[in-house]
């Protein structure tokens, strides 16, 4: 385990003053490793005004955001050179979900998409119509958030099929659920006896956004994102697996410090008060000395 500090700085959804609140209490905290939580675009005018406020787009300050920015992590994005926007995206981490396709599961979503029959028995049963409403039978690739719903729903039916009475209660059917164990279409799905949080088998990236210093003849750049870090977790121990060197905003992989440097300040006593209580020190001594002799 590792001794954390944790604190959390607030913004508004109208930004506004909050964020200037959130970005002097960021400097004012002393601390260094942040994860952000915002979605694009909002992240130019959040970005611009950290840039500003001095706790984005330097090497003091180390910033990891949630996938709500997947736009920078896909690729294609771009930006003018030296503004504020590209100094705070380079070096930056992205964490998201790496949950590998499911071949089985892509094969069961296309054989829907092309049986009709099917798709009308799918109707019949949604008993809300207006579930339906922008409902694409067409369908597209599925996104992994896909697999982790239809995981959701095996297991709430797996709990049901394995509860030991046929008219079970809530508590029943939570124990159940908490002791499943199988392999899903998102990887293996097992829950924490204690929490009933899923405890394995969902794997997270860090990808790691690095600015491509060359302009185009548009003099924009553009990032490149490299897949960083995975972590497994698991019931026991959680699997790390470091795959590329993360490269931080001075541009190296040098892992910046945690803690802000140590100054040190001599607060001595000014040269003259320091003369009269170093006589008088002495004074006190041989008088005392006199006295012993005396």
């Not at 996938?67 to 930006?79: K, M, P, V």
């Not at 790691?208 to 302009?215: F, G, K, M, T, Y």
């Not at 931080?248 to 410090?257: A, L, R, Y």
Request: net charge negative.
């Amino acid at each position: 385990e590792m001794d954390l500090s944790v604190s959390l700085f607030e913004v508004q959804v109208t930004l506004g003053q909050s964020l200037h609140n959130a970005i002097a209490q960021i400097k004012a905290s002393e601390m260094r490793y942040f994860y952000g939580v915002f979605y694009f675009p909002m992240h130019e005018e959040i970005m611009t005004a950290a840039f500003n406020g001095g706790v984005m787009g330097n090497q003091d300050f180390v910033w990891t955001f949630s996938d709500g920015l997947a736009e920078i992590r896909s690729g294609g994005y771009t930006t003018e050179l030296d503004s504020p926007l590209a100094k705070t995206v380079n070096g930056i981490g992205i964490l998201t979900m790496d949950i590998p396709p499911n071949e089985l599961y892509n094969e069961a979503v296309d054989a829907f998409h092309e049986d009709v029959e099917l798709q009308e028995y799918f109707r019949s049963r949604v008993t809300d119509p207006d579930l339906l409403d922008g409902f694409d039978m067409t369908g597209t690739f599925p996104l992994f958030f896909a697999l982790l719903h239809y995981d959701a729903v095996m297991s709430l039916g797996l709990a049901a099929c394995e509860a030991e009475t046929a008219l079970f209660d809530a508590k029943e059917f939570y124990e159940t659920l908490k002791h499943l164990d199988f392999e899903g279409a998102s990887g293996r799905v097992q829950f924490d006896n204690n929490t009933g949080t899923r405890s394995a088998g969902i794997r997270f990236g860090i990808y790691n956004i690095v600015a491509n210093n060359v302009p185009n003849e548009e003099g924009l750049i553009t990032f490149t994102s490299t897949l960083s870090t995975t972590v497994d977790f698991a019931r026991v121990h959680n699997e790390v697996l470091e795959l590329e060197p993360f490269i931080f905003n001075p541009g190296t992989s040098e892992v910046p410090i945690s803690l802000p440097e140590i100054t040190m300040q001599e607060n001595k006593l000014a040269s003259g008060t320091q003369i009269v209580a170093w006589t008088v020190s002495g004074f006190i001594i041989l008088w005392s000395l006199w006295w012993a002799w005396w």
